[in-house]
Each structure stands twice: as C-alpha cells, then as structure tokens.
C-alpha cells in the first residue's frame, strides 16, 4: 500500500490520514504504540506489531468508522513509542 498523495498540507474535507514509516533493526514481534493529537489533544491511541525484522507499516486515523466524516480542520501530530519511548512524529495540518 501506498500513499495516494503524500504530504503534510491538506485540504478541508478529507477523511483519513496514513502515517506510513519505513523502519529496520527491531526484534521481529516488537509492539508499539501509536498517538494521533489535532492542535495538542489526544484524539487516538492504540498499538501494532512490527512483524519483521525490517518493513514498512503505516497507521489510520479516521472520524467515523466508514471513513465518511471529514476530519475536523487543525493541526495533527501523530508519534509512535516503544516501550514508552517516542520513537518518532510528524505532523501535517487539515485545512
């Protein structure tokens, strides 16, 4: 799976965004957990297992389960820890 059109500036009305991470050297199994914030709130937070040693994984963040909703304007983060400690984030801003 690959993003339809990667960026970090969106306009209103869109209804998902893919955080997609390349990521190597882990324990295959290894858990981690994932944090979606529009302007500094907790909006999301929830967990995955990187499966491989090495990969690509990507997480959803949607309103409504049938992706119908547009997502409120503001500015999200989302950040990813292991074992308690970010390990990464990035950011993009909905219109």
């Given amino acids: 799976m690959q993003p339809l059109e990667p ?16 990521y190597d050297g882990v324990t295959a199994g290894t858990v ?4 979606w914030y529009r302007n500094g709130q907790l ?3 929830s ?9 690509q994984t990507f997480d959803v963040y949607v309103r409504d389960a049938g992706a ?3 997502l409120d ?13 970010p390990i990464l984030s990035a950011e993009c801003v909905v219109h």
């Fill in 43 to 45: 909006i999301e937070s």
């Fill in 47 to 55: 967990g995955n297992t990187l499966t491989n040693q090495a990969g």
């Fill in 7 to 22: 960026g970090y500036d969106f306009a209103n009305g869109i209804t998902t965004l893919y955080a997609a991470w390349p």
């Fill in 32 to 35: 981690y957990e994932y944090e």
């Fill in 73 to 85: 304007p503001g500015n999200y983060i989302y950040q990813v820890k292991i074992n308690g400690q």
């Fill in 68 to 70: 119908q909703q547009p």
